[in-house]
């Protein structure tokens, strides 16, 4: 079993940055891949990044690619992702996943999100 915990959400103007972090409990970290999704009210789940449990692949949604990168460190069991140059429509409860895939990635776990609002 994992745990999964988000942090760094928040309010941000327009054209800012946040870095959300992932920290995981219960098991390591290293056995998966870990993602991140965002969801607005009304609308599906929607895939935003995903890295490969050794850090070597990443993946990206085109509506965030060249703003927001992922990282993890497996050695604190934390994944990471910076979001550069925000829009109001990155706007969304933010969800960390472990689990497995690259753009298609199917999860195992999920964390209970944290809260990103960009004000235009």
């Known amino acids: 079993q994992v745990q999964l915990v988000e942090s760094g959400g928040g309010l941000v103007q327009a054209g800012g940055s946040l870095r959300l972090s992932c920290a995981a409990s219960g098991r390591t970290l290293s056995s998966y891949a870990m993602g991140w999704f965002r969801q607005t009210p009304g609308k599906e789940r929607e895939f935003v990044s995903s890295i490969s449990w050794t850090g070597g692949s990443t993946y990206y949604a085109d509506s965030v690619k060249g703003r927001f990168t992922i990282s993890r460190d497996n050695a604190k069991n934390t994944v990471y992702l910076q979001m550069n140059s925000l829009k109001p429509e990155d706007t969304a409860g933010y969800y960390c996943?472990?689990?497995?895939?690259?753009?298609?990635?199917?999860?195992?776990?999920w964390g209970q999100g944290t809260q990103v609002t960009v004000s235009s």
């Open positions: 996943a472990a689990g497995f895939g690259g753009s298609k990635f199917v999860v195992n776990y």
